[in-house]
């Protein structure tokens, strides 16, 4: 599986995804242009967790659209691994904010799906997708439908369905918003642990500041938009391996919550008023 | 075998507890699936099918024996049955009945799987490359606005009284309905999952073939029952026009000779193959679209 069509590995030390004042404007309906995020500068390690929080529609999702290669940046440069992003990037997984999985494929062929696409052998293909498939908790289920699902269990076959590929880099668009509170703090933890396998470079947008500092090595806070940018980084040191259901009650933990949301919660106010035209009383 | 247990095993494995429990105390009643509800109400809907049928026959047979309308120029339920006995047994005025079945339904199936497969083909090519949409969208447009059953003409005189005519008027008919399906099922096809295919490795042509053609299908099944309809109808009007056999031919005959019951009875026996179609087709989708969520067991809504 290590067969990437990608490039020579880059000299050590490459960071995994760079933005250099990257810029995307997007074409409204009435001809308009809109600057869904603006002279954004962001540098993600090889193999480091960084979550991106910040409000609504501040560009969360169209940075990841940049990274994967699914949209051009306007303005300013994408590198991956030192190389510029053209065309879809080949070494990257990408869970979407909404249900991606084939709906007229069983689980079993959903996580196939990755290494039959590469020309991997059919066989090999659903031995490696069995594994993984045990390995995100959903052995016996191999024959579902995505429709005889739950939510949380399509979201386990989207994570199977990326990391069969063991991709260098792998985003995530709020993949676990949609879960309840405990299956949210399970899946976290068992992410955790997957990611620990093959080290991935992790770029998890969320909304919910606990689950980004209790996941990432560092958290990007997003200033509102239009034209969203990159307003502060924040490193988070708390020890691994960590248990995301108590690791919020330590003190430095929540020290650092503290001081992430007074930065957050500027641009949440600021976002709010604007989509609701209405000034905030907090 | 081994695949079986271990699934039964994960199944069983959260509610072992429960079973447990059930074997001590008293068995649980879990309501039965109604089968026996779903049997009657399949019943009702029969029973209420062939009163239908019966008030509209007999209606028929009423008026025309009563003499309010003339069973010469109308025909009549009994005389139908009749002229079907006749044919069965003893043939039709242009042959034995199964050979002109016969003939018409190849002119329709052959008619039928080349229109669709050139539907299908060029829906979804130009649904997916859209240089190819803009130079032949126009052109598309116009075939479709003209009155094809008029080709039906040109075709006899180019082609002859024979099969190539009555496929060609079929493949006309039949190809538009499921073109236009195609097209529109390949353009609503989910952004998302195109982006997360082409993500997970896929090639433009394994997009085609494992995103987009299943993706279109609701959409295309959907045209293939009124294309069936409409490659019958090609065929008959083909030979109506010009031929010298198949049921067309016949209609044509009994009109001829005046013989309303011949018209009626060939329609009957259309009619029975028509229904075949759309069953053989409504299994052909049940199949393909295993994927699709079923109905919810709740109320009606
Ligand atoms: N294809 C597009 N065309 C026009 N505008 C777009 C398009 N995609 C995104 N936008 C706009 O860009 C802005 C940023 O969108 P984006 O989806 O990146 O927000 P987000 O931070 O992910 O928000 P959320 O947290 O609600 O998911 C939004 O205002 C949105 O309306
Ligand atoms: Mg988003």
Same mark, same amino acid.
């Given at each position: 599986?290590?067969?990437?069509?990608?490039?020579?590995?880059?000299?050590?030390?490459?960071?995994?995804?760079?933005?250099?004042?990257?810029?995307?404007?997007?074409?409204?309906?009435?001809?308009?242009?809109?600057?869904?995020?603006?002279?954004?500068?962001?540098?993600?390690?090889?193999?480091?967790?960084?979550?991106?929080?910040?409000?609504?529609?501040?560009?969360?999702?169209?940075?990841?659209?940049?990274?994967?290669?699914?949209?051009?940046?306007?303005?300013?440069?994408?590198?991956?691994?030192? +190389?510029?992003?053209?065309?879809?990037?080949?070494?990257?997984?990408?869970?979407? &904010? %909404?249900?991606?999985?084939?709906?007229?494929?069983?689980?079993?062929?959903?996580?196939?799906?990755?290494?039959?696409?590469?020309?991997?052998?059919?066989?090999?293909?659903?031995?490696?997708?069995?594994?993984?498939?045990?390995?995100?908790?959903?052995?016996?289920?191999?024959?579902?439908?995505?429709?005889?699902?739950?939510?949380?269990?399509?979201?386990?076959?989207?994570?199977? &369905?990326?990391?069969? %590929?063991?991709?260098?880099?792998?985003?995530?668009?709020?993949?676990?918003?949609?879960?309840?509170?405990?299956?949210?703090?399970?899946? @976290? %933890?068992?992410?955790? @642990?997957?990611?620990?396998?093959?080290?991935?470079?992790?770029?998890?947008?969320?909304? !919910?500041?606990?689950?980004?500092?209790?996941?990432?090595?560092?958290?990007?806070?997003?200033?509102?938009?239009?034209?969203?940018?990159?307003?502060?980084?924040?490193?988070? !040191?708390?020890?691994?391996?960590?248990?995301?259901? +108590?690791?919020?009650? +330590?003190?430095?933990?929540? !020290?650092?919550?503290?001081?992430?949301?007074?930065?957050?919660?500027?641009?949440?106010?600021?976002?709010?008023?604007?989509?609701?035209? @209405?000034?905030?009383?907090? | 075998?081994?695949?079986?247990?271990?699934?039964?095993?994960?199944?069983?494995?959260?509610?072992?507890?429960?079973? $447990?429990?059930?074997?001590? $105390?008293?068995?649980?009643?879990?309501? /039965?699936?109604?089968?026996?509800?779903?049997?009657? =109400?399949?019943?009702? #809907? =029969?029973?209420?099918?062939?009163?239908?049928?019966?008030?509209?026959?007999?209606?028929?047979?009423? *008026?025309?024996?009563?003499? =309010?309308?003339?069973?010469?120029?109308?025909? /009549?339920?009994?005389?139908?049955?009749?002229?079907?006995?006749?044919?069965?047994?003893?043939?039709?005025?242009?042959?034995?009945?199964?050979?002109?079945?016969?003939?018409?339904?190849?002119?329709?199936?052959?008619?039928?799987?080349?229109?669709?497969? *050139?539907?299908?083909?060029?829906?979804?090519?130009?649904?997916?490359?859209?240089?190819?949409?803009?130079?032949?969208?126009?052109?598309?447009?116009?075939?479709?606005?003209?009155?094809?059953?008029?080709?039906?003409?040109?075709?006899?005189?180019?082609?002859?009284?024979?099969?190539?005519?009555? #496929?060609?008027?079929?493949?006309?008919?039949?190809?538009?309905?499921?073109?236009?399906?195609?097209?529109?099922?390949?353009? /609503?096809?989910?952004?998302?999952?195109?982006?997360?295919?082409?993500?997970?490795?896929?090639?433009?042509?394994?997009?085609?073939?494992?995103?987009?053609?299943?993706?279109?299908?609701?959409?295309?099944?959907?045209?293939? =029952?009124?294309?069936?309809?409409?490659?019958?109808?090609?065929?008959?009007?083909? /030979?109506?026009?010009?031929?010298?056999?198949?049921?067309?031919? *016949?209609?044509?005959?009994?009109?001829?000779?005046?013989?309303?019951?011949?018209?009626?009875?060939?329609?009957?026996?259309?009619?029975?193959?028509?229904?075949?179609?759309?069953?053989?087709?409504?299994?052909?989708?049940?199949?393909?679209?295993?994927?699709?969520?079923?109905?919810?067991?709740?109320?009606?809504?």
């Amino acid at each position: 599986m290590t067969a990437q069509p990608s490039s020579p590995s880059p000299p050590a030390g490459t960071p995994a995804i760079q933005l250099m004042s990257a810029t995307k404007r997007f074409r409204t309906p009435n001809g308009s242009a809109y600057t869904a995020i603006r002279d954004m500068d962001l540098i993600v390690e090889a193999g480091e967790f960084c979550a991106i929080v910040g409000p609504t529609g501040c560009g969360k999702s169209t940075t990841l659209t940049l990274v994967s290669g699914l949209e051009k940046a306007s303005d300013g440069r994408v590198l991956v691994h030192g +190389e510029p992003v053209s065309g879809i990037t080949p070494g990257v997984g990408f869970m979407f &904010q %909404n249900d991606a999985i084939l709906p007229w494929k069983s689980v079993l062929d959903n996580v196939a799906a990755g290494p039959r696409f590469r020309g991997v052998a059919k066989a090999t293909a659903l031995t490696s997708a069995r594994d993984w498939i045990r390995r995100v908790g959903l052995a016996g289920f191999e024959d579902r439908y995505p429709h005889q699902l739950s939510g949380g269990m399509r979201k386990r076959v989207a994570l199977a &369905q990326n990391l069969i %590929n063991e991709p260098r880099i792998l985003l995530m668009d709020e993949p676990f918003s949609a879960l309840d509170v405990q299956t949210r703090a399970k899946m @976290s %933890n068992e992410l955790l @642990s997957l990611w620990d396998l093959t080290k991935p470079a992790v770029v998890f947008v969320t909304h !919910d500041l606990e689950e980004a500092i209790a996941l990432a090595d560092k958290v990007v806070v997003m200033t509102a938009g239009p034209g969203g940018t990159v307003k502060a980084t924040f490193r988070v !040191d708390l020890p691994r391996p960590r248990v995301v259901q +108590e690791i919020r009650f +330590e003190p430095a933990f929540v !020290d650092l919550y503290h001081q992430i949301w007074e930065t957050l919660r500027a641009e949440v106010d600021k976002a709010y008023v604007q989509t609701t035209g @209405s000034a905030v009383a907090s | 075998m081994n695949a079986v247990t271990h699934g039964a095993d994960q199944a069983t494995a959260g509610s072992t507890a429960a079973t $447990g429990a059930e074997l001590v $105390g008293t068995p649980v009643v879990t309501p /039965e699936p109604s089968r026996t509800r779903d049997v009657r =109400h399949g019943l009702v #809907v =029969h029973g209420l099918q062939l009163a239908v049928l019966v008030v509209l026959l007999g209606g028929w047979q009423l *008026l025309t024996s009563t003499g =309010h309308l003339d069973p010469v120029l109308f025909g /009549e339920p009994s005389g139908i049955v009749g002229r079907l006995q006749t044919w069965i047994t003893q043939g039709t005025s242009i042959g034995s009945l199964g050979q002109q079945i016969t003939v018409t339904l190849e002119e329709a199936l052959i008619g039928f799987l080349i229109g669709t497969t *050139l539907g299908i083909v060029s829906g979804i090519a130009l649904g997916r490359i859209k240089l190819l949409a803009e130079v032949f969208g126009p052109f598309i447009k116009v075939l479709n606005s003209i009155p094809r059953i008029v080709l039906g003409s040109v075709f006899v005189i180019m082609f002859g009284l024979g099969l190539e005519s009555k #496929v060609l008027l079929v493949i006309v008919l039949v190809f538009f309905g499921v073109f236009f399906n195609a097209f529109q099922g390949t353009r /609503e096809v989910d952004r998302n999952l195109i982006a997360s295919a082409a993500i997970l490795g896929a090639s433009k042509w394994q997009i085609t073939r494992q995103v987009v053609l299943p993706s279109a299908f609701t959409w295309i099944i959907a045209s293939l =029952h009124v294309a069936f309809g409409f490659a019958l109808i090609g065929a008959i009007v083909g /030979e109506f026009i010009g031929s010298q056999q198949g049921l067309g031919n *016949l209609i044509r005959a009994a009109q001829g000779t005046f013989d309303a019951n011949g018209v009626w009875a060939a329609m009957v026996i259309m009619a029975v193959v028509a229904l075949l179609a759309e069953y053989l087709i409504t299994r052909l989708e049940k199949r393909l679209l295993r994927w699709r969520p079923t109905q919810l067991s709740g109320p009606d809504l």
